[in-house]
């Protein structure tokens, strides 16, 4: 044999050699798909000159953008339902970015709020957990049902309407039935007073009957069992301490003396007299002036409609008047100790009343 011959053998056999070990070295590289490797290589080179894009965002809105992926929604479904809400532009260069970056297989089924001043790689990563798709939503203390109603439609993240909140919370509401019992709820009875004040985190996907189980529970846990047995210890339920403390929480000022208030108020309920409440006046008369709450007149005590009027009902309204906070539950629960049926509030303007034992003093006590 020629040493020609032995020298292309020679070659041939390295030759070989380099490209079993090339094709052993791609196997490795690739994870055992070559192929995927050389065409994702490819899409890496090509989204290289589309950086700009890829970091661009549509708009410049921060308005929230719901957003849903449902389970089994592939790549390029995913891309095309982000064009169709008009949320990127490219649906083929979301494709391949997720796919280079491995979020391919990461996209999470769920809902999402977006915005279009997200870029698409944004946009790409927060797909990839649903679990951070809350929204903040806060209730005052004495708000009525209605103002949280009003909350709701002002509030962008929402699915649903406030008056779809009203539905399940109004007359005939349907509570869990262990609330329900723990309450003392009459029933058909409405969940105001229940709908307890505080900042909530709700999830993307929250229901009316959702929201008010969160407020309700909510309710349960800050205002606690024990509540409940010391209600009872006094002839009471929670039903009743919550309709005092509405009536407490919409009059007081001053959270120190929301006790005392509540005090004058029981005196009152102790001997059979009328409550003569202004925020019942406030609440059976509705929305006017652009206020739930609105300034009432001398007309307004004899004319607003009952049965809230406490100026024409005696005793307790037959539900509570907003929903108050803890402070106003618990002086409610327990009233201060007095002799007080009467009280005004003082004129130096620090929020704080005169209290009276009787009409005499009371009359006194005017500005």
């Not at 929230?64 to 390029?76: C, E, L, M, T």
């Not at 189980?213 to 024990?226: A, P």
């Not at 009471?236 to 301490?241: A, Q």
């Amino acid at each position: 044999m020629s040493k020609l011959v032995r020298l292309l053998l020679a070659l041939g056999a390295l030759v070989t050699l380099c490209g079993i070990t090339l094709l052993i070295g791609l196997l490795v590289l690739s994870g055992g798909d070559p192929g995927g490797f050389l065409r994702t290589s490819l899409i890496r080179f090509q989204l290289a000159g589309r950086e700009g894009e890829i970091n661009s965002s549509i708009g410049t809105s921060t308005d929230p953008i719901r957003f849903v992926i449902n389970a089994g929604d592939a790549p390029r479904t995913i891309a095309g339902n982000l064009v169709a809400q008009n949320l990127i532009t490219d649906a083929d260069l979301f494709v391949d970015y997720v796919r280079v970056n491995g979020f391919d297989t990461q996209l999470e089924a769920g809902t999402y709020f977006l915005q279009q001043s997200q870029t698409l790689a944004e946009i790409a990563s927060a797909l990839t957990d649903s679990r951070s798709s809350q929204f903040p939503f806060r209730i005052l203390e004495g708000w009525r049902s209605e103002e949280i109603a009003a909350a709701i439609d002002d509030n962008p993240y929402f699915p649903f309407s406030g008056a779809d909140f009203l539905a399940v919370v109004g007359p005939g509401a349907i509570p869990e039935a262990d609330f329900a019992a723990y309450a003392g709820l009459p029933a058909g009875t409405s969940l105001e007073g229940f709908l307890f004040p505080n900042s909530y985190q709700l999830p993307a996907q929250v229901t009316p009957p959702m929201l008010r189980d969160i407020l309700t529970r909510e309710f349960r846990l800050q205002v606690g069992e024990q509540a409940a047995m010391t209600a009872a210890s006094r002839g009471r339920t929670l039903f009743d301490v919550v309709r005092l403390a509405s009536i407490v929480q919409r009059e007081a000022v001053r959270v120190d003396e929301m006790p005392l208030i509540a005090s004058a108020y029981q005196n009152r309920l102790d001997i059979g007299m009328k409550m003569d409440a202004d925020p019942t006046v406030q609440y059976a008369i509705g929305f006017r002036g652009g206020s739930w709450w609105p300034q009432i007149t001398q007309a307004d005590y004899a004319s607003a409609p009952g049965p809230f009027n406490t100026y024409i009902f005696t005793g307790l309204p037959p539900g509570a008047i907003g929903n108050p906070g803890l402070s106003a539950i618990n002086a409610a629960l327990s009233p201060q100790q007095s002799p007080y049926f009467f009280f005004r509030a003082r004129c130096d303007g620090s929020g704080y009343h005169n209290f009276a034992v009787t009409f005499e003093e009371h009359l006194a006590n005017a500005c």
